[in-house]
């Protein structure tokens, strides 16, 4: 089985930053693509940013230019730098990973989340 782990969630002023990140463990061939999301009270969740294999990446439009996702291969890690946050990007962070399986099986996976708050 495998287990996606968040951390590096918190409070932070705005104009702050924070550095998330998702450790994947399990018996994982590869992982193809991992993403974040977050979902905010009262609203959908949303996806934040992307990264390949290949470490190709995309963003939300909300974020462009001031978060940025990052991944380590070795230790099968993804980050979300997060600098000049704003009270509107507080949310619940949640890792995503799809992942190519020893059995042959491709499966997505959740973590379970992490909390940021940003403050006035």
């Known amino acids: 089985q495998v287990q996606l782990v968040e951390s590096g969630g918190g409070l932070v002023e705005a104009g702050g930053s924070l550095r998330l990140s998702c450790a994947a463990s399990?018996?994982?061939?590869?992982?193809?693509?991992m993403g974040w999301y977050r979902q905010a009270p009262g609203k959908e969740r949303e996806l934040v940013a992307t990264?390949?294999?290949?470490?190709?990446?995309t963003y939300a439009d909300s974020v462009k230019g001031r978060f940025t996702i990052s991944r380590d291969n070795v230790n099968n890690t993804m980050y979300l730098q997060m600098n000049s946050l704003k009270p509107e990007d507080t949310a619940v962070y949640y890792c995503?990973?799809?992942?190519?399986?020893?059995?042959?099986?491709?499966?997505?996976?959740w973590g379970q989340g992490t909390q940021v708050t940003v403050s006035s």
């Open positions: 995503y990973a799809y992942v190519s399986l020893y059995s042959g099986s491709f499966r997505g996976y």
């Open positions: 399990g018996s994982i061939l590869s992982i193809n693509v």
């Open positions: 990264i390949t294999s290949g470490i190709r990446t």
